[in-house]
Every structure is written in C-alpha cells, then in structure tokens.
C-alpha cells in the first residue's frame, strides 16, 4: 500500500486533472455564446442561431460534468486533508461558500432560462441570461482562485495555537482576498480558458472544412464550420500573444514571490548569474534518467534566459538555487518539464494564429490543407498545456500547502492509512475515468450530429415580438 501522503497527493492530482477540463470548456466557451447570442438576436441570421444552439450543448454537459468533479474535490479536503482544513478552514471556506452560493447559484439558474427559454422570454431578458451565465461562470474562477493564490502567497493572516495545533485566523479579508497572486492566476487562467476552446472549436471546423474543400465531401453545413472556424480564428489571434506576454510578467511575479518553485522551474541548482534559459536538457548521467531531482544536466538554451526572465530584462541578475533553501526541493524534473511543455504550446498557439490569420488575408484559409491539419493536430492542445501550467502551479510549491505556513504531509488527515488512501485513489481514478470518457463520446455524438438544421431550428417558435427587424443599415450577411 502507499504511504498515505503519496496517496492523497496523487488522488488529488487525478481528480483536479480530470475535472480542470470541464471547467475550462465552460469558462472558454461562455463570451462565445454571449457574442453568438448577441448576433443571433440583431441581426436574426441563422447561422448565429446554429452557432448558439451548437455550442451551447458542448457547454452545459461540460458545466454539469465540471459540477460533479468539482463537489468531489471539496469533499477531498475533509476526507484526506482534514489537518488542513482545520487548520485553513476559517479562510479557505468563505471562498469555497460564497463561490456555491453566488456563482454557481447565477450560473445555474439562467442556464435553465438559456438553455429552454428561447420561446418563452423576451430579447433582452434572454441577452441578460446568457451574460448571466458568463458571469457566473467566471465568478466561480473567481473564488476558486482566491483561495488557491492565497495558499501560494498567503496574506492577512495571522496563526494561533488551539487545542495543541496551529490554526489560521484571518486578520484582513482584503489582504487575503487581493493576494499578489490573484491578478496574475485569474487573468492567465481566464485568458488559457479561451484560447484552449479557441483552438478546440478551430481544430474541429478545421476537419470539417478540410474535408469538404480538399477532399471534396459535400457537407451542407460547411458555411457553419467556415464561420466557426473564422471566429475561433479571430480569439486565437487575441487570446494567443496576450498568453505569453501575460505569462512572462506571471513568470517574473513567482521568481519575485516563490524563488524555490523558480529555481525548479529552470533546474537552478546553485545560486547562480547568466542563467541560461534552457530549450531542452537531459541528465549527463544515465542512472539519473528515472531521478525527478536529477541534478547535473546537459542542455542547449539561450544564453542569460532564464536571468532575463526572472528579473524582467537583465541577463546578468541572480536567481538562488535549490540548495540554499531549507525545505526539501519539489520533484524538478516534473516541474522543469512542464514549465517548457506549457512555454513551447504558448509559442506554437502564436505560430498557428498568425499562420491562419495571413492566410485568411490572402484570401487562401479555406484551401489551406497543411493549417487545416495543424489546427486539427491542435484541438485539444490547448487543454493540454493547461494541465502542464497547473503542474508547474502546484507540483512547483511542495513541499507547501501553504507556501511557508504548512507543509502537504502536515495537512493529510492524520487518522488516514496507507490501505484507505490507496484504496480510495484506485477508486476515483476508474471513476474519473470513466466520467471522462463518458463526456468525450457525448461530445464526440454532439460534433458528429453538427448543427441543428432548418427543420429543426423552425420546430422553435419564438414570440413575433421577439423577432427584430435588424436596424437600419445592418442586413443578414454582417
């Protein structure tokens, strides 16, 4: 049996791994659908009607699958965490709280008005649910990301002994709440979101429409993937540099906030100047080749990189190394991996965006069979380098649950053994297994059905008030 630690760990690693995809979707395709819905309702086109109706089934099974995994990790905290939900409760529990009571409650309810109302309710009240779900949807990254950024840069805290054990007490909600990390986790988190359904939705138009211009399949809904494909074009070209612009600042922040998980991040062993920023890097001694702290490695990088990066543009500045901090290093090889996996697909996503956008303006994106398959190579790419960035965040502070408060093997409920906590993560993983691979053939039938058609959009009747005259000036090709 593992050792009980080992065993929460991976459990949680496996649960949140699986159920970061759901929410992803959701947070991704949420403007999508406010900006489907928006066109759908001035110009009456119904091309934005297919669109809307088309993703929003992607969208809510992807938000009930997300709600199930997401309920199960809370319930993690008690079962194989319970040291440190009692001792973090106080504070991370009012985010967790508000987050169910607020988000998810505003989500919820006007995704059934989205979802079924389109017959019953006005223009405007039908607008407002669909930038209600948005909302509610990014609300509850909000809270989520609060209390994830505060155990990575605690804040207005202060810690007590009760009873014979350290417990947090809030001091300053403001503090916590506003943390240094909050900015720079939800804006990239929101910004990955977005791009990860971009390429998602471009990946699977891109099929589509390769398939009907290259290989000559009739399809009688290509001018929906062509239209699909040209929107998810036009997020990927916006939400694609700003990643990595964002994501430099972001790498700054940690070396500022978290040198230790830096240092592993770029494999810095000893405190060091010139640092360079290496591209790829293996161990100079074969029996390392297994070890995750794999120390002396052969590498090719840019010189004075990984320097530049962490101190914002001077080759030359310090980074510390491994060795001169106190706590154990966390496994480096993960870490280091990761970080260059999410750094590369960042650079790539760039690549296939300005790729797509110049052929789209020499006229040739829909003839284009070598970005046609680039983009479907891509479809779930976007997921992927999600997941490495959310190793990076959190395999890169272990030791820490609470980042200098409380170590991980400090926080597993102590009453926990070796045989439960394994026999609860053979559990969950088949379970999580199967959820996701139950979610995958749903969505899978979804894209295979395609858009609803003709027949199908007359079977809904919306209200004649309901029904715009699009103003002056705008017709049903804008």
Not at 116 to 122: A, I, L, P, Q, T
Not at 264 to 285: C, H, R
Not at 302 to 325: H, K, M, N, R, V
Not at 420 to 444: D, M, P, S
Request: net charge negative; glycine share 10%.
């Amino acid at each position: 049996m593992l050792d009980p630690v080992i065993a929460s760990r991976l459990q949680f690693a496996v649960t949140t791994i699986v159920h970061i995809i759901f929410p992803v979707m959701s947070m991704g395709l949420a403007p999508f659908l406010v900006y489907f819905t928006w066109k759908d309702i001035r110009t009456g086109k119904p091309i934005y009607e297919r669109l809307r109706r088309f993703w929003t089934k992607i969208f809510a099974i992807s938000f009930v699958v997300g709600t199930v995994t997401g309920i199960v990790l809370e319930f993690e905290f008690g079962t194989n965490f319970a040291a440190f939900s009692t001792a973090a409760g106080e504070l991370f529990g009012g985010p967790l709280a508000v987050e169910g009571m607020m988000a998810f409650m505003l989500e919820a309810t006007f995704l059934g008005i989205f979802v079924f109302g389109r017959d019953r309710v006005s223009n405007a009240l039908y607008f407002v649910s669909s930038v209600a779900v948005a909302v509610g949807t990014w609300l509850s990254a909000v809270w989520i990301l609060i209390a994830n950024s505060w155990m990575q840069t605690p804040r207005g805290f202060e810690v007590v002994n009760e009873g014979g054990q350290a417990v947090v007490h809030l001091t300053d909600p403001i503090a916590a709440y506003l943390n240094p990390r909050f900015g720079y986790m939800y804006v990239h988190m929101q910004n990955a979101a977005v791009e990860s359904v971009a390429l998602f939705m471009a990946g699977i138009a891109a099929y589509y429409v390769f398939r009907h211009h290259v290989w000559g399949y009739q399809n009688e809904q290509v001018d929906f993937w062509e239209t699909t494909l040209k929107i998810a074009l036009v997020a990927l070209l916006i939400t694609a540099p700003l990643q990595v612009l964002h994501g430099d600042m972001y790498g700054r922040h940690v070396a500022e906030t978290q040198p230790q998980k830096f240092a592993a991040m770029e494999a810095v062993w000893e405190t060091e100047s010139y640092v360079p920023e290496y591209l790829i890097a293996v161990p100079t001694d074969l029996a390392d080749i297994t070890d995750p702290r794999a120390k002396d490695l052969f590498g090719l990088g840019i010189p004075g990189g990984a320097s530049w990066l962490a101190s914002g543009g001077d080759p030359s500045a310090e980074i510390q190394g491994l060795d001169s901090f106190d706590a154990e290093a966390p496994p480096v090889a993960i870490v280091f991996w990761a970080f260059r996996a999410m750094v590369g697909l960042g650079f790539w996503f760039i690549l296939l965006a300005f790729w797509g956008g110049y052929r789209w303006w020499k006229g040739q994106l829909l003839e284009d069979d070598l970005l046609h398959k680039a983009l479907m190579g891509s479809t779930l790419l976007g997921i992927v380098a999600v997941e490495v960035g959310w190793i990076v965040t959190e395999v890169g502070r272990q030791p820490w649950v609470i980042q200098d408060v409380m170590k991980t093997s400090a926080g597993v409920s102590p009453g926990l053994t070796g045989a439960e906590a394994t026999l609860t993560l053979v559990g969950f993983v088949v379970v999580y297994a199967l959820l996701l691979a139950l979610y995958g053939y749903v969505v899978v039938r979804i894209i295979r059905n395609g858009p609803p058609g003709d027949e199908e959009l007359d079977s809904v009747e919306v209200p004649d008030e309901n029904r715009e005259v699009p103003p002056a000036g705008v017709t049903n090709d804008d």
